[in-house]
Nanobody
C-alpha cells in the first residue's frame, strides 16, 4: 500500500512564493518519478512539473522560470518551489508518484493566489 501526502499550500499574494512538500511511503522502495499536477474546477488536471530518478525534470510552459521541482530520492519526497505566483496559479495541487504502470496520488493541497 502506498500513501502520498502533500503539504504547504495556502493563500499568498501575487508575486509571492510558496513551497509544497510531498512524501510518498509504503511498499515501493523508490519511485520512478514524482511530480506535481494541478486542477481547477471544471478543468482537467494538468502536469506542472515532474522529475525522474535520473534527475531529469520538465515543466509546463506556464511555470517555466518560476517553479522548481526537487526530490530526495532516498526519502521518496518531492518539493515544488513556486515563485512569482500569479492568480492563474490558483488550483488544487496534487503530488504524484509513479512506479511501473501505477501512478499514486495525494489528496491535494489548495494554493490560492490573490491579486
Amino acid at each position: 500500500q502506498v500513501q502520498v501526502v502533500e503539504s504547504g499550500g495556502g493563500l499568498v499574494q501575487a508575486g509571492g512564493s510558496l513551497r509544497l512538500s510531498c512524501a510518498a511511503s509504503g511498499s515501493i522502495f523508490r519511485f520512478a518519478s514524482m511530480g506535481w499536477h494541478r486542477q481547477t474546477p471544471g478543468e482537467q488536471r494538468e502536469l506542472v512539473a515532474e522529475m525522474t530518478n535520473g534527475g531529469s525534470s520538465h515543466y509546463a510552459d506556464s511555470v517555466k522560470g518560476r517553479f522548481s521541482i526537487s526530490r530526495d530520492m532516498d526519502r521518496n519526497t518531492a518539493f515544488l518551489q513556486m515563485g512569482a505566483l500569479k492568480p492563474e496559479d490558483t488550483a488544487v495541487y496534487y503530488c504524484s508518484a509513479r512506479a511501473g504502470r501505477e501512478n499514486y496520488w495525494g489528496q491535494g493541497t489548495q494554493v490560492t493566489v490573490s491579486s
